[in-house]
């Protein structure tokens, strides 16, 4: 076991059909024409000398020492900026060259720390490497006069010189140690596409600087390591290599934050944790990454994590650590009693979309087959549930429909409800990337999110609709594209069902779906309206992006549906660069849903009613399996409030702080006779626990993640459970405490069981992914490779349907007493309900959360920045400070729900999707006031959660 060796090519690989051969150094090679000379050299296995070049950028021919001599061809031009040509004979390493090089590097050194021995960088730099690929044996020139390096000049202020930034909480800037490469500065633009970074000054004055000569904290560099992962030196290094030394293996896994699924080197020294550095040939981010999946793994070894099982008798009691038999065995014996007691479908459990694909189908096979219900739910549910209900019912298929890499071959790119730059970073990099080349947007959302207006970005149009009206402005824009002739008869015609198109045409051609009428509803200038459907219908490839903005109303499902119309009647699906993409919020929602998380299905979407799909788990599980679905989340609460649900088993969820109106489920956990919380910290809902099984975090344990484009992705281990046991082991023991006769050595055979029981998922093992690198679902005898594209040749259901798009108002209205709407959402530096991303340096950003107000309610109010407000609904209220800013509509505010002593959903409505039960967490009526300090409820809450966290054993060593 070793560093994994990832090839550097220089510069990036040419997209040409077109091939090229040439002689590198006498060896013949052939390439796509555009490729560099360097990359073509490269591949003939010949390295030329290089620093300013690397293949995560273009091309700059700044460093000379990548120059090459060409026959027929005077000088000595750069290989990097040099593309091939036929016949074209080149020569990397003459005498000439080598002298070149050898004073180009001399000149590098001459200005550069000699503290190689001591630096961070030793081992993996790159100067340091090519100092010595050229021969360089001495350096000719010294330090005398200007320079960079030391303080002072002959007991002078050395002015040139600066101190290191160390203000980031992840990684170091030593100008000392920069050869202005702009390495950085171009991954920053290029890469990233934040722009944060730039060189200032002109020859030797020059220095790579954040901003406007500012800290790197203070500037609008986002941590995303683009630029700390392109510096060939020490200029820009990790704090922790700085502390810990250079790794000496690593281990490819994947991130366990949002739904992009990033691919990274997991690089070790001992069990020790290095660094995350991402993988090139991860499929899903190409080799990117943002702050949370590249830096913020601190939570793995944080203070308050758990590492000991622990139960009490009553809430109010102190935690009492227990040794893993005991805990397991109290808990299968509780829900024993609790079944006996109240009957067979008393108890059930939640899975985790946080937790591997392995261990969400364990916790789901011991709900059917230990506890004999159907009482499983999970937290997708709650996000995305009105995507498998409406793309089930339009294409015949519960999941996005392309790959990430299709976005680069979009035209027009149309984001309802998302903030991809917040909530998948490393993605919207790439949607920026397509956007700088000149492709087109359409952004529809409540707030100005920073994809509309950004470096180098600005969108053509933007629907700031009011909060509620998304069905109705999605339909506006349909209005426009049939009345005026827009949509794409001969797709719908050979795809589509076409008299059910003609009844939703008739249906969207109606007055009142037309942009003047919606776009009095929704404040939108109806000229808007028309000109996005314009521009979608006939701009090209049309892909369409959404998020929770879209599936977390009362009309989730509807506006999912009204997409899928969208996208049938303009032909923008089955081809590369179009479709419609669900931008799943967390790293395995997609999975947790595939795997059978839900109480009417079975894994791979599959009714429980079906006596055909039951046949198949009830012959290998050995039990008869109940054919009616069971009990959602919220009727769970519902039944323990009444008395007829006694027992929950919680795997990797804080429903307390994530699920709506907060005072409905405390009151449900607390009617509860034993619920069992298994996850790393003490969580919110661990205040109404009674068992608490410590879990282990995705360096911890073998597994599969999918992601939102449904790429099954390998989890590996890279050091053993802190906690002594992988989730899906805690699982197994819980279910043979209860006396099933599970009996898995490896995640890979859980694995074999999905792969035989659940056909879209027939052909992938463990043996297949490491093959593979991944696979993206359908992946059987008919898509061997998996299937990047859905609906290619056909919808899934076999005819693509359009079904009619009603506007229904919510109930939850705005009035006198609560005059403007509150929404909801996430920033970038935090994840979800913060459990993870709170426990790390990340705070530094993102301390507490703020409600967005724009100025003129703020004005009205008497409300100045950063002042104490009161947020007021029909369900509660909380307190928060103030954040004013135009990014929200007057008559909307804005809030995260990263916080648990803020607690947002205190003020969520239990309103919720009418096919799913999505809460509806975008949409809750609400008044701003000046606040004295925290309500009520949060004093009581803040009591009751410091109470609840007391843990006996810790308490008699103090």
């Known amino acids: 076991m070793g560093l994994i060796q990832e090839i550097d090519y220089g510069t990036p690989a040419s997209t040409s059909e077109k091939q090229v051969t040439l002689t590198v150094d006498g060896f013949t090679v052939t390439v ?39 026959d027929g061809r005077n000088g000595t031009p750069s290989s990097c900026t040099t593309p091939v040509g036929p016949g074209m004979v080149v020569h990397t390493q003459t005498g000439r060259l080598k002298d070149i090089r050898r004073g180009v590097m001399e000149l590098y050194i001459s200005d550069h720390p000699l503290d190689c021995l001591t630096c961070a960088a030793n081992g993996d730099c790159e100067l340091q490497t090519q100092a010595g690929v050229v021969g360089l044996r001495d350096v000719r020139y010294g330090y005398e006069g200007d320079n960079h390096v030391f303080k002072k000049n002959d007991g002078a202020e050395n002015f040139k010189w600066m101190a290191k930034d160390e203000s980031n909480p992840y990684f170091t800037y030593d100008p000392s140690k920069c050869i202005v490469c702009s390495r950085c500065v171009r991954a920053c633009e290029e890469v990233q596409g934040t722009f944060a970074l730039t060189i200032e000054g002109r020859g030797f004055e020059s220095r790579v600087s954040p901003g406007m000569h500012q800290l790197f904290i203070d500037s609008e560099c986002v941590s995303c390591g683009a630029c700390v992962q392109a510096c060939p030196t020490a200029t820009l290094s990790e704090k ?39 993988y090139k040939d991860g499929k899903a981010n190409r080799g990117h990454s943002c702050v949370k999946g590249r830096f913020a793994y601190g939570y793995s070894t944080h203070k308050e994590r758990i590492l000991n099982p622990m139960i009490r008798d009553k809430v109010t009691d102190p935690w009492r650590e227990v040794s893993w038999e005991e805990a397991l065995t109290h808990t299968a014996n509780e829900f024993r009693r609790i079944q006996y007691q109240y009957g067979r479908t008393s108890i059930g459990g939640i899975t985790s979309s946080r937790c591997t694909n392995e261990e969400t189908y364990l916790v789901q096979k011991l709900i059917r087959q230990g506890f004999r219900n159907n009482n499983v739910d999970t937290c997708a549910r709650v996000c995305h549930s009105p995507t498998g209900y409406g793309l089930g019912q339009t294409f015949g298929t519960s999941a996005g429909t392309q790959d990430f890499d299709s976005i680069e071959q979009t035209d027009v790119v149309m984001i309802i409800g998302a903030n991809p730059t917040d909530a998948h970073p490393v993605f919207a990099s790439r949607m920026k990337k397509r956007l700088r080349k000149g492709a087109k947007l359409i952004v529809l959302d409540p707030r100005r999110t920073d994809i509309v207006r950004s470096a180098h970005i600005e969108a053509q149009h933007h629907l700031p609709l009011k909060p509620g009206t998304n069905v109705a402005v999605v339909t506006a824009l349909a209005h426009v594209i049939v009345t005026e002739g827009l949509f794409d008869e001969a797709f719908i015609r050979e795809r589509c069902d076409w008299d059910e198109f003609q009844d939703w045409a008739s249906f969207v051609a109606l007055p009142e779906n037309s942009p003047e009428v919606v776009g009095q509803l929704a404040n939108v200038d109806p000229e808007e309206i028309r000109s996005a459907a314009r521009l979608f219908a006939t701009g090209g490839n049309g892909a369409i992006y959404y998020g929770l903005g879209v599936t977390e109303h009362s009309q989730g499902s509807t506006t999912v549906i009204a997409i899928a119309n969208l996208a049938m009647a303009t032909g923008n699906i089955g081809r590369p660069g179009v479709g419609v993409n669900p931008l799943r919020g967390q790293n395995n929602v997609q999975g947790s849903c595939d795997m059978g998380s839900f109480p009417h299905e079975l894994p791979g979407y599959r009714h429980v009613s079906g006596d055909g799909v039951r046949d198949i788990y009830e012959s290998l599980w050995g039990v008869k399996l109940d054919d009616e679905p069971g009990l959602r989340i919220p009727n769970m609460l519902d039944a323990a409030v009444d008395g007829s649900f006694k027992g929950l088993y919680v795997q990797g969820e804080d429903i307390l702080q994530s699920d709506p109106d907060t005072k409905h489920v405390a009151a449900g956990l607390a009617a509860m006779e034993c619920v069992v919380v298994h996850d790393l910290f003490l969580n919110e809902t661990a205040n109404y626990a009674h068992v608490f099984l410590p879990g282990s975090t995705f360096l911890e344990k073998d597994g599969t993640f999918t992601n939102a484009e449904r790429r099954i992705n390998r989890v590996r281990k890279v050091m053993a459970p802190k906690n002594g046991l992988a989730d899906w082991e805690v699982t197994q023991k819980l279910a043979q405490a209860m006396g099933l006769a599970w009996n898995y050595q490896h995640p890979s055979e859980i694995m074999d069981e999905i792969a035989g029981t659940t056909p879209s998922f027939a052909k992938i093992s463990y043996d297949y992914l490491e093959k593979m690198g991944s696979v993206q679902w359908p992946c059987n005898e008919q898509a061997p490779e998996g299937t990047p594209i859905m609906h290619i040749s056909g919808f899934v259901r076999g005819k693509g ?52 107000i724009h100025p003129h309610d703020a004005e009205n109010r008497g409300l100045r920045d950063g002042d104490w407000v009161r947020l007021t609904s029909r369900s509660g209220e909380t307190t928060l400070r103030a954040l004013i800013t135009d990014k929200v509509s007057p008559g909307v505010v804005y809030t995260t729900f990263h916080h648990p002593d803020t607690q947002a959903n205190v003020i969520t409505t239990d309103f919720s999707d009418w096919a799913t039960n999505c809460p509806e967490y975008k949409v809750t009526a609400v008044q701003v006031g000046a606040s004295n300090g925290p309500s009520e409820w949060q004093r009581d809450y803040d009591e009751q959660a410091r109470n609840s966290r007391r843990i006996a054993t810790l308490e008699a060593a103090e």
């Open 32 to 70: 796509p024409e555009g490729t560099s000379i360097m990359r073509a050299s490269m591949e003939a296995g010949i390295a030329i000398p290089k620093l300013c070049a690397t293949d995560m950028v273009d091309a700059f021919g700044s460093c000379r020492l990548c120059l090459v001599e060409i």
């Open 240 to 278: 922790s290599v700085i502390k810990i030394g250079q790794p000496e293996h690593s281990v490819v896994t994947t991130c366990a934050y949002c739904g992009v699924g990033c691919s990274f080197k997991a690089e070790m020294r001992g069990d020790e944790l290095v660094r995350m550095v991402p």
């Open 801 to 852: 349907k359009f079904i009619r798009t009603e506007y229904v108002a919510t109930d939850e209205r705005t009035g006198p007493r609560f005059p403007l709407l509150l929404t909801t959402g996430r920033i970038l530096s935090q994840y979800n309900v913060g459990a993870q991303t709170r426990r790390t340096d990340n705070v530094m950003w993102h301390s507490e959360d703020r409600l967005e």
